[in-house]
Nanobody, 127 residues
Framework: QVQLVESGGGLVQAGGSLRLSCAASGRTFSRYTMGWFRQTPGKEREFVAAISGSGVSGLNKDYVDSVKGRFTISRDYDKNMSYLQMNNLKPEDTAVYYC?????????????????WGQGTQVTVSS
């Protein structure tokens, strides 16, 4: 079973940067798509970004429109890690960010297709 642990959240001023990390355990990590979602109180968990695994043909990435050009998702197969580099942060990016995995569907943004989740890390962007 794959376990996911996020780190790297914190408080940052608008325009600043943070890098979130997700450490994954499990031998089949490289095959799965890895994703990042975020959630604010009273709202549904929202797709942010995803990167496909070795089990999917080609290296595919997907982002929600609101973060395109500011966020970059990447992964390190050797270290079983995925990362979310967040630049030019805005107050509306404030949320709990969750790492997600155990996913092999071609629709990278489909939350229901992810079978593994981390505990979340808080990101707060002040204006």
């Amino acid at each position: 079973q794959v376990q996911l642990v996020e780190s790297g959240g914190g408080l940052v001023q608008a325009g600043g940067s943070l890098r979130l990390s997700c450490a994954a355990s499990g031998r089949t990590f490289s095959r799965y798509t890895m994703g990042w979602f975020r959630q604010t109180p009273g709202k549904e968990r929202e797709f942010v970004a995803a990167i496909s695994g070795s089990g999917v043909s080609g290296l595919n990435k997907d982002y929600v429109d609101s973060v395109k050009g500011r966020f970059t998702i990447s992964r390190d197969y050797d270290k079983n890690m995925s990362y979310l580099q967040m630049n030019n942060l805005k107050p509306e990016d404030t949320a709990v960010y969750y790492c997600a995995g155990c996913m092999s569907d071609s629709n990278l943004s489909d939350r229901s297709k992810y079978g593994c989740w981390g505990q979340g890390t808080q990101v707060t962007v002040s204006s």
